[in-house]
């Protein structure tokens, strides 16, 4: 190892010599004079204690034996005033006692025995100074780190004035920016949020996924009680997972993942590893970034890049799989269909042990039928039959829609035979299989 690099400080290292022996001071004074410290040199602890009270030491070397006062006991007072200064323990007598004090009361960096080694104590002397240098510089940086957050979040004030009094036309981004301030102040994951929701304005209105996937993964969290560190690195996860899409064409962006040609499909497989890479570099981000990398695995091995299958998968990428898959769905992002929410989670439900972690499912479902005002299928008394299945006296939970979105029934209406009848034949004729999510009458009600 080299010396110290005395370029990166502004004065020479002070170092004190304290032994009660002139000729043990003369040889340490040869030893170091060659070397870039300031050296000091004390007989006993009174005089060492004086020579710290007014000159700048970083470091002292004590013998064991002092005259008035030993070298643990001045090396504790050292420790209790000026805990800066490194402190290192010389000693030819090794008795545990005397070591024990130095360690417990004196906190020294380490002992070293009488008859030194040259090389061994010169070796020691410049790890300790750029252990030391490299703890003030950390402190340095911590507290100019603080500053600089301090500065941010008056500059955040600054910002967020100004943005709310933009344009009505750029509303909408003030609207996430106001509230990405407010997050900001809690977690990190809020910056990466906030790009998330500007790059996604590049998609129409209905299109536009990541601000649901976030709040849905969020309120899983909540729901569930992950524990603080998943949930900040799932919402981070759901922010960024579709980064490594930005070099897509805006036709490829919208079109449906069921559609994509063959040379598209391989870009469209690659984005989960790319926007991994085009994260790794940054530090807070890089638990994020494994999830991302991972959220287009299945269950059953089938997925990609890496085919993990089970629970070789990471937790947070299997739960942000069934958001943006439940999320996708209802935008015709997977499918050419849009889907309802509840057609959505019979779709996550029917993969479930293939597609999704089959432990997962039910519990997604609940915490979507809590967090969504529009989802039914959590009522255990709402069953999901095709038209074969329906039985007079049962009642639309929600409303039933032909695959062009033509209202086939309102919600709430009760069914009778021909009103089956029909249905089916329209099915019939239009080749489509429905999903129709109804409430089963009560026992005690007759079948008009």
């Known amino acids: 190892m080299g010396e110290l690099n005395v370029a990166t400080v502004t004065r020479q290292p002070g170092v004190l010599l304290v032994d009660g022996q002139d000729a043990i001071l003369q040889r340490l004074r040869q030893l170091l004079a060659p070397h870039p410290y300031q050296l000091h040199c004390a007989h006993d602890g009174s005089e060492a204690l004086r020579i710290m009270a007014t000159e700048e030491v970083d470091l002292v070397i004590s013998a064991a034996h002092l005259p008035h006062m030993d070298g643990p006991s001045l090396l504790a007072r050292i420790h209790q005033h000026y805990p800066a200064t490194t402190r290192i323990l010389l000693t030819g007598d090794p008795d545990p006692k005397l070591i024990a004090r130095a360690i417990n009361e004196g ?147 919208i079109t449906p993942a069921d559609l994509l040609h063959h040379h598209q499909r391989e870009r469209y497989r690659a984005y989960p590893a790319q926007s991994e890479s085009l994260l790794m570099t940054l530090e807070p981000v890089q638990d994020a970034a494994r999830l991302i990398r991972h959220h287009q695995e299945h269950w059953d091995g089938s997925g990609f890049p890496d085919h993990l299958k089970g629970e070789a998968i990471p937790l947070g990428s299997r739960l942000l799989k069934l958001a943006v898959d439940f999320i996708e769905l209802q935008c015709g992002l997977v499918l050419e269909r849009h889907m309802n929410s509840d057609e959505a989670l019979v779709f996550i439900r029917k993969y479930a042990g293939r597609l999704y972690d089959p432990q997962l499912v039910e519990g997604f479902i609940q915490v979507c039928s809590v967090y969504l005002s529009d989802v039914t299928l959590g009522d255990p008394s709402v069953k999901v039959l095709g038209t074969r299945e329906l039985m007079a006296g049962m009642i639309l939970a929600r409303n039933l829609n032909a695959d062009n979105g033509m209202l086939l029934l309102n919600a709430g209406k009760v069914l009778n035979l021909p009103l089956v009848d029909k249905l089916i034949a329209f099915e019939t004729m239009e080749g489509a299989r429905y999903s129709v999510f109804v409430k089963l009458p009560d026992k005690g009600q007759a079948n008009p």
């Open 107 to 253: 906190g020294i960096y380490r002992y070293l025995s009488k008859p030194w080694d040259d090389q061994e104590l010169l070796l020691t002397l410049r790890q300790a100074l750029e252990h030391q240098h490299s703890e003030r510089e950390r402190r340095r940086l911590d507290s100019l780190a603080q500053q600089q957050n301090n500065e941010l979040k008056t500059l955040n004030a600054l910002l967020e004035k100004r943005v709310a009094a933009r344009t009505a036309e750029l509303q909408q981004t003030a609207d996430m920016l106001d509230l990405a301030y407010e997050e900001l102040k809690h977690s990190y994951a809020t910056g990466a949020e906030l790009f998330s929701l500007l790059v996604n304005q590049r998609l129409p209105p209905e299109k536009q996924t990541n601000r649901r996937i976030i709040e849905l993964v969020r309120a899983y969290g909540k729901i569930q009680g992950l524990e603080a560190p998943i949930q900040r690195d799932l919402a981070m996860a759901a922010a960024l997972h579709n980064i490594g899409k930005l070099s897509w064409s805006d036709s490829m962006m």
